[in-house]
């Protein structure tokens, strides 16, 4: 494809969303397309989702999430209700 196709190309829209992921500084330019990476990416989700890593990831980082919220609130409630008792006892 030339350069002046690649404009035309570009300006058509979802042809970007066709493109997967676009350039990257890494793996230099992925070209007019898809190439070997896209596939092995997806190939490595499906593999993931029917093996049910993804499920069993997702449950663990929502399960850290809710003890990291825990861990802060019980850390920063006391410090809190000092500064609003404070702030209002004076004011």
Do not use: C
Not at 13 to 21: A, R
Not at 46 to 75: F, H, P
């Amino acid at each position: 494809m030339g350069l002046g196709k690649t404009n035309m190309l570009n300006k058509i829209s979802g042809y970007n969303l066709w493109l997967g992921y676009g350039n990257h500084k890494f793996f230099s330019k992925w070209g007019y397309g898809k190439d070997w990476r896209w596939y092995l990416y997806r190939i490595w989700m499906w593999i993931g989702s029917k093996a049910g890593y993804i499920k069993k990831y997702n449950m663990e980082r929502d399960t850290a999430m809710v003890n990291a919220k825990q861990a802060l609130e019980e850390a920063f409630t006391p410090q809190l209700k000092k500064m609003l008792y404070d702030k209002f006892t004076d004011g």
